[in-house]
Structure formats: C-alpha cells, structure tokens
C-alpha cells in the first residue's frame, strides 16, 4: 500500500520530485514543485483516499526537511525574551486559519515575505479542530504546502491553540476529560505542532476561599499536561508551554492570580522541567466580538495596563517571555499596535480572517446561502431567547466552514485569489502594527533548525475521530 501511493503521487508530481535509493525525498526542480505539483499535494493531504493522504502529508514532510522549513517551537525565542535578550518591540501574530486554509496560509507567507516576517505562529483550537474538520495532521501539510509554494524559509511555527478543558466534562468524568486533552496533544505534537497552549483556565473555581485554591485545578493540571507533553516531545525540542489564568469573557486577570497560578505551577512540575514560556490573560475581550442585532460588532474596552504590568511579572518574576492576549482579530485598527507599546508577548488573531472570507464580494452569494441555510438547521437549538438571524448566523457560521469545507477549497482560482489578496493586504497591515517586520534572523538565531526525518509509516495511523466541541474555547 505504503510504496504503491507514493509512487502513483510521485508520477503526478510530473518529475519534480523523487525518492531516492535510500528513501530520501530530494528536490527536483523546485520551482515545477511551487506550480501544479505542490496544489496537488495540498488536496491530497486534507482530501485524498487514506493511502495517498499519508502519501502526500509524508512528503509535504520531508519537502520541508529538504528546503529548509522546519517545524520549530518558539520556546527559545520566549525564554530569551525573558531574559532580557530581545527587544520587546514587537508582538508576535499567533493567526488561526478556519476557512480556505491553503489559501488563507499562501497569503500569510505572501505578506510576511517581503517584511521578513519570522516571529509568526500558525494555530489552530481544539473547538475549531472539530468545527472546521482539520485535525493537526492535515493542517500542518497544509501549512507546510503553502510555505512551499510561496518559497518560505526558516522555522514553521505551528500551535495547539486553547487545548482546553471543558469544565463540565471534566466535572461529570474528570480522567476522560484529561485523557482527550492529552491525546490531542500528542497527536498535534506528533503532527508538527511544537507549540501547545493549554487552557485549564476552564477549572478555576472563584466560590473557593484564597487565589491559591480557586486556581489549583488549574495549575495543577496543567502541570500535568506540561509533564506529559516534555516526556513525549521529539529529541532536541522544547515544545513551547502556554498557560492561562482568566478564561477570555470574564474578568480581567490581576496580578494575584497570576502569582499564585505561577507558584502553584512551577511547585507541581518535576525539578528541574522547563515549565511555560507564555501565560494569556483576560482583558476585556470576546472571541469573536460581541454582534449587536444588526450583526454588526459592538466596540470592546481592553485594558491595556492590564497587559503591560502582567507581561512585566511574567518576565521578571518568571523568566516568561510575557503575556499573551486572545480574542483580538475583530478589535478595530488603532488598537493593534498599542499590543506592541504594552509589550504583549503574543496576541491571537481568528474570527476577522473568517470573516474576510464570508463577506468577500467574490465569495458567491449562492453558497454562502445554501451555508447559512444549513446553519439555522444545523445549529437551531443554539439560538437564544430575542437574538436576531443576524446575531445568530454571526455567531454561528464559524460551524458551517467544516460542512462545506470542499466547496470552498474548489471554488474558481478567480475567486480564491480576489480573497487571497484581501487576506494579504489584512495580514501584512497586521504585521506592520505588530512590529514584526525583520524577525526572521531573530528567531532563526534562537530557534536553530533540528532535522527531524519521519517515515510513511509515521502518517498511516489515524488521528483522533471527531468529538463535541460545544463549549469550547475558539
């Protein structure tokens, strides 16, 4: 089966890549590859019959391995951060691809290319893994398909986003909860993803009568989270480990919490283990934004102080690289580069690139209906007392990109490229207000390339089947 798929893949790829006598996979011609060839490869590994899928995301693998992307943790980065090596002008964009995920991925590095873009993660949350059918397998080829073909170099960051526990499983079976939030971790790490952020945030319970004890659940598992994942990750990495303190939509965090979820912590881990890179805080955002009943997004009040003085702690009391915000794509323009003057370690970016797709004039109408139609039957229940259509279908289109996940891959080049500039022109307006413009050599010095080799066999198994998301962190 194995030899079979990826010579039949091989012969499509008309000559521009072949396996070698020792199984290596070597570099034709690589700019055949960035045609026809490597579109290919990206359709086979999110669409393609089991044996050519694992065919195709193997050799998305080692393409990589050959031409210099290589996946990477920005542990080192972070740590350095917190030690006071790098400037802490610039924030990194963390950017979460929900539709059309080639082509959203091909605009990011078509933005980040000409600005030198290096400090950059690609994320994807365990709600959105559910929602928009993408488990970490098929995302990372898809990523690593599109730094190919728009010719990246240097390290591929790739994060679990919100690894989160859902409180009320967790409550009704706390070891089946724990369980499906350690496995995903290893098969994202197993994936590519040398970044995971988990988010017991979820387990703070506030009715307890000190900080320490109303986030001991959340510190402590995630501990054990963080034990599990340095056991398991690959020899010569140190997956970054991001934690957090205030579950995004409700209070601003503070600087108490902060101290005794840290404490709380680094006292569960195993001396000696490096422990988390990044905490997220709550500061008055929503993912998604907050619809008003037209639809439109209601304006949000973030406290930036609330940024500066936790990132400030991370890094001194720490050794962090800072605080990390969530929730801020729909946030308007001006508020983007005040991350960078806070000194924001990290900020999350969705639901606006979502809806830069939705809402494209290029994008038909007919679809775009037929989604929305299967939404308000799909999604009935989901509907509140009062909320209007419009509410509802903003709150809840996010679940129609898996359905018809296909359609849109397969809509016409002219339309996937009308969206791909505007997702371009988004992204590179982003990176100019995060100030990352130029940190390729940065995090090239600090996260050196490791060669890691993965065989076929490595991509036959199969991920996780789908779970319920509901109630999950985007």
């Known amino acids: 089966m194995g030899t079979q798929s990826w010579k039949a893949l091989l012969a499509e790829l008309g000559g521009s890549v072949k396996v070698d006598d020792e199984g290596h996979v070597v570099v034709v011609d690589e700019k055949k590859l960035r045609g026809v060839p490597v579109d290919i490869l990206a359709n086979k590994a999110a669409f393609g019959k089991p044996g050519e899928m694992a065919a195709a995301r193997w050799l998305l693998w080692e393409l990589g391995q050959a031409l210099g992307i290589y996946p990477a943790s920005i542990n080192g980065l972070y740590m350095a951060r917190g030690r006071g090596e790098v400037r802490l002008n610039f924030t990194v964009p963390a950017i979460n691809l929900r539709a059309m995920a080639y082509d959203s991925a091909r605009a990011v590095f078509r933005a980040a290319a000409p600005r030198k873009v290096g400090a950059l993660i690609f994320e994807i949350a365990r709600s ?20 190919i073909k728009e010719g990246f170099r240097g390290p591929l960051f790739v994060q679990g986003d919100h690894f989160q526990v859902n409180a009320k499983k967790y409550k009704a079976e706390p070891d089946g909860e724990y369980q499906a939030v350690a496995d995903l971790a290893l098969e994202a790490m197993k994936a590519g993803f040398f970044n995971i952020d988990i988010d017991t945030s979820t387990l703070v319970d506030l009715s307890r009568p000190t900080v320490e004890e109303q986030q001991r659940n959340n510190f402590e598992i995630c501990a054990k989270l963080t034990t599990l994942i340095r056991k398991h990750s690959p020899q010569g990495v140190t997956v970054s480990v991001g934690g957090e303190i205030g579950e995004i939509g409700e209070k ?3 600087e108490t919490e902060l101290r005794a979820y840290m404490d709380g912590y680094n006292k569960s881990l195993p001396k000696g283990m490096p422990g988390l890179s990044k905490i997220s805080i709550q500061t008055g955002t929503s993912h998604g934004g907050v619809p008003l009943p037209d639809g439109t997004l209601a304006q949000v009040k973030i406290d930036f102080n609330v940024i500066k003085e936790l990132s400030k702690i991370a890094r001194e009391s720490y050794g962090m690289g800072g605080a990390v915000q969530h929730g801020a794509s729909t946030l308007p323009d001006e508020a983007f580069h005040q991350f960078v003057r806070n000194e924001a370690t990290e900020v999350h970016l969705a639901t606006g690139f979502q809806n830069i797709v939705y809402d494209h004039e290029a994008f038909p109408s007919e679809l775009r209906e037929r989604m929305y139609s299967h939404l308000r039957k799909a999604c009935a229940s989901e509907q509140k007392a009062g909320q209007t259509d419009e509410q509802f279908i903003y709150k809840t289109r996010k679940k129609g990109l898996g359905p018809f996940k296909a359609e849109i891959w397969a809509l016409p080049e002219k339309v996937r490229s009308a969206i791909r500039a505007s997702l371009e022109d988004k992204f590179g307006f982003l990176f100019d207000q995060l100030s990352v413009g130029d940190t390729m050599e940065l995090a090239k010095k600090y996260v050196p390339p490791i060669r890691i080799h993965k065989r076929l066999e490595d991509f036959q198994a199969k991920g996780a089947g789908k779970e319920d998301v509901s109630g999950l962190a985007d």
């Open 252 to 254: 601003n965090s503070d």
């Open 128 to 147: 959105e893994i559910g929602y928009t059918d993408q488990r970490p397998a098929e995302y990372f080829s898809v990523v690593m398909a599109a730094a």
